[in-house]
């Protein structure tokens, strides 16, 4: 029997700790009450399914029901003899530092890089979600879903997954919130494959590290940049780093003649340019609405400073922002958040 909340608070299941209420949300423990649930034509529409509630910024209540997996499990194949790669399926509910850490642990490398990201693993299919020069997608072979409509089960081959920066078919208009992830599978590597030119790691480690060490200097990383989500409500990084031209570019680099704009070459005309920079430059970093305030060593997180930050302080903020960066450079930010 799947745990159905009605007229609930949703404060407890998102990282930003900002209240709006949900008509319904139900719990589930196995596909097959996910299945009843689907059928049952007494739960409040829509549905929306969650993983962990760390990229969601819940604007208004909520009318229908809210999904959340309890589904935490995983299987690791056997290695290929020729070249040590290894299948891993990994259930949605699971959560996707906990994958990391097994499988750090287990000397199966790909993942050691993702650690400490919040979120499931089926939220890190549909969002694509990166860090320190791997993303999700790099990793995908394939995912099986359930279309909501219908409760058939789908496998979305990893060319039918259109992952680039922060995105996947999933989050497109036509697929949003129709399908339901239900596993991952992903292909890793029981061979070392160690990935440290990004964010100088290989200036943090000797030798030839281990998985787990790798693991555990992303992590010291991150928590000495931002904040964490069980004492400091946030939604993660805020907004997506942008792509522009080469020659948009070359003219805010001719804005800071005596230092290099940080940046990263995506082709030979567009170039990613990191948001975070933008904001600090555009003098935001000690903005704040209400309870809502920027992380003070990553301006890239807007915070719940005090638990007491509303939606709209959030909003408001986000639009000063985006407004700042734009009055600057000519860029509009767009949020990596997902707004309902």
């Given at each position: 029997?799947?745990?159905?909340?009605?007229?609930?608070?949703?404060?407890?299941f998102?990282?930003?700790?900002?209240?709006?209420?949900?008509?319904?949300?139900?719990?589930?423990?196995?596909?097959?009450?996910?299945?009843?649930?689907?059928?049952?034509?007494?739960?409040?529409?829509?549905?929306k399914?969650?993983?962990?509630?760390?990229?969601?910024?819940?604007?208004?209540?909520?009318?229908?029901?809210?999904?959340?997996?309890?589904?935490?499990?995983?299987?690791?194949?056997?290695?290929d003899?020729?070249?040590?790669?290894?299948?891993?399926?990994?259930?949605?509910?699971?959560?996707?530092?906990?994958?990391?850490?097994?499988?750090a642990?287990?000397?199966?490398?790909?993942?050691?890089?993702?650690?400490?990201?919040?979120?499931?693993?089926?939220?890190?299919?549909?969002?694509?979600?990166?860090?320190?020069?791997?993303?999700?997608?790099?990793?995908?072979?394939?995912?099986?879903?359930?279309?909501?409509?219908?409760?058939?089960?789908v496998?979305?081959p990893?060319?039918?997954?259109?992952?680039?920066?922060?995105?996947?078919?999933?989050?497109?208009?036509?697929?949003?919130?129709?399908?339901?992830?239900?596993?991952?599978?992903?292909?890793?590597?029981?061979?070392?494959?160690?990935?440290?030119?990004?964010?100088?790691?290989?200036s943090?480690?000797?030798?030839?590290?281990?998985?787990?060490?790798?693991?555990?200097?992303?992590?010291?990383?991150?928590?000495?940049?931002?904040?964490?989500?069980?004492?400091?409500?946030?939604?993660?990084?805020?907004?997506?780093n942008?792509?522009?031209?080469?020659?948009?570019?070359?003219?805010?680099?001719?804005?800071?003649?005596?230092?290099?704009?940080?940046?990263?070459?995506?082709?030979?005309?567009?170039?990613?340019?990191?948001?975070?920079?933008?904001?600090?430059?555009?003098?935001?970093?000690?903005?704040?609405?209400?309870?809502?305030?920027?992380?003070?060593?990553?301006?890239?997180?807007?915070?719940?400073?005090?638990?007491?930050?509303?939606?709209?302080?959030?909003?408001?903020?986000?639009?000063?922002?985006?407004d700042?960066?734009?009055?600057?450079?000519?860029?509009?930010?767009?949020?990596?958040?997902?707004?309902?």
């Amino acid at each position: 029997m799947s745990n159905l909340l009605y007229n609930t608070d949703i404060r407890p299941f998102t990282t930003f700790g900002i209240s709006a209420r949900a008509a319904c949300v139900a719990i589930y423990d196995s596909l097959d009450q996910l299945a009843d649930l689907l059928a049952d034509t007494s739960l409040p529409r829509p549905f929306k399914h969650i993983g962990e509630g760390s990229n969601l910024l819940f604007t208004s209540d909520f009318p229908g029901t809210i999904l959340i997996s309890h589904i935490s499990d995983y299987h690791v194949g056997d290695p290929d003899p020729a070249n040590g790669l290894v299948d891993v399926v990994a259930s949605a509910g699971m959560s996707m530092d906990r994958l990391c850490r097994d499988m750090a642990l287990r000397d199966i490398w790909g993942l050691e890089n993702l650690s400490g990201i919040p979120g499931s693993v089926g939220a890190s299919a549909v969002q694509n979600v990166g860090a320190y020069g791997i993303e999700a997608g790099d990793l995908i072979t394939h995912v099986d879903a359930i279309e909501i409509a219908t409760g058939e089960h789908v496998t979305f081959p990893h060319e039918a997954l259109d992952y680039g920066y922060r995105h996947s078919v999933f989050k497109t208009d036509a697929m949003r919130d129709r399908f339901i992830i239900t596993h991952v599978h992903f292909r890793l590597s029981t061979v070392a494959v160690p990935r440290l030119g990004y964010a100088n790691l290989q200036s943090l480690l000797s030798g030839a590290p281990s998985a787990t060490e790798v693991r555990n200097t992303v992590i010291a990383i991150r928590d000495s940049k931002l904040p964490n989500p069980a004492t400091t409500g946030s939604a993660g990084s805020f907004f997506k780093n942008p792509i522009i031209t080469a020659s948009h570019f070359d003219a805010i680099q001719a804005l800071y003649p005596d230092v290099k704009v940080p940046h990263f070459i995506v082709d030979c005309d567009a170039v990613k340019v990191p948001a975070a920079w933008l904001i600090d430059k555009a003098g935001c970093k000690a903005m704040a609405h209400g309870g809502a305030s920027l992380w003070q060593s990553q301006p890239l997180v807007i915070v719940n400073t005090r638990g007491t930050a509303t939606a709209a302080d959030v909003v408001a903020l986000e639009r000063s922002i985006i407004d700042a960066v734009n009055a600057r450079f000519n860029i509009t930010l767009h949020p990596e958040v997902e707004h309902l």
